[in-house]
């Protein structure tokens, strides 16, 4: 299996995780369809969304699979007047990930980063590895000891 970039910088920091891959369906490249291909619960698999604050600093916030942002949450948490999502042609530009493909981990640059406060119910959670079709499985708590992640109520409700 490929190792990705996300994966490497893991194993730089001495972080346990384990790769997991599944098919990828260019029609779908939700984090739901990441789940089910993986036979997962929807709430242990975190999607990666980027966001921009009224200035424009990107934000990155991780939630599960099948939960929706609400914007004003997270702009709370953000200390920031609003936050609106970064338009898609710009993602690979911000981010050096593809949509589908998009971790927390090893982004071009370090951005304040919120993870909805229900990862830490569990010992371990999905993440995208940084390449369509892999995931990261991994304790929520040691992303902390790579990446500076607040733990927020970042969702409206499952949809």
């Known amino acids: 299996m490929k190792k990705s970039n996300a994966a490497r910088i893991l194993d730089q920091h001495h972080i346990e995780y384990e790769l997991f891959s599944y ?3 260019p029609n779908d490249l ?3 369809h990441a789940a089910e291909s993986l036979q997962q619960n929807h709430e242990i698999v975190f999607k990666t969304l980027v966001v921009c604050d009224e200035n424009q600093r990107p934000i990155v916030a ?3 699979a099948d939960y929706e942002l609400d914007l004003k949450a997270l702009a709370k948490s ?3 007047k609003k936050c609106t999502m970064l338009p898609l042609k710009n993602l690979l530009k911000t981010t050096g990930y593809l949509r589908g493909g998009c971790s927390p981990i090893g982004m071009k640059k370090q951005y304040k980063t919120f993870m909805h406060h229900t990862a830490l119910q569990y010992d ?3 993440i ?7 995931q990261l499985y991994l304790n929520p708590r ?3 000891n790579i990446i500076e992640i607040e733990f927020e109520n970042l969702c409206i409700i499952n949809v």
């Open 30 to 32: 939700s984090a739901t």
């Open 23 to 25: 098919q990828v369906d």
């Open 128 to 134: 995208s590895a940084g390449l369509r079709g892999l």
């Open 142 to 144: 040691d992303l902390q």
């Open 124 to 126: 371990k959670i999905l």
């Open 62 to 64: 991780c939630i599960p």
């Open 78 to 80: 953000a200390n920031c």
